[in-house]
Nanobody, 130 residues
Framework: QVQLVESGGGSVQAGGSLRLSCAVS???????????MGWFRQAPGKEREGVAA???????YSADSVKGRFTISQDNAKNTLYLQMNSLKPEDTATYYC?????????????????????WGRGTQVTVSS
């Protein structure tokens, strides 16, 4: 059974940094197929939005609101997905979720379509104060 577990959330002041991690387990059999991992976030009263995604070939996509500040990466040896968040702003405050599409990739224009992601973590809270 595929499991995704996020960690690394917390409270920081504006301008600070955090690194989120997502440990992935149980996806034996998908290892050599094209997969996509993503980070989404949801603030209170708002819809869930895509933050960034990365394919198994290391191609990446990110939202305009985080370009130049957030970097998505993966360590295949550790089965871990990361989101390095720098220059954090109060509007980045949200619950951040790790998600996976296994056996299929993400593509430009649709990478942030949350309904395509079949596996989700429980989320980790990020709070940025001004």
């Amino acid at each position: 059974q595929v499991q995704l577990v996020e960690s690394g959330g917390g409270s920081v002041q504006a301008g600070g940094s955090l690194r989120l991690s997502c440990a992935v387990s149980g996806y034996t059999g998908y290892t050599y197929r094209r997969n996509c991992m993503g980070w989404f976030r949801q603030a209170p009263g708002k819809e869930r939005e895509g933050v960034a995604a990365i394919n198994s070939d290391a191609s990446t996509y990110s939202a305009d609101s985080v370009k130049g500040r957030f970097t998505i990466s993966q360590d295949n040896a550790k089965n871990t997905l990361y989101l390095q968040m720098n220059s954090l702003k109060p509007e980045d405050t949200a619950t951040y979720y790790c998600a996976a599409v296994l056996g299929y990739g993400c593509y430009s224009g649709t990478w942030d379509r949350s309904r395509d992601f079949g596996y989700w973590g429980r989320g980790t809270q990020v709070t940025v104060s001004s």
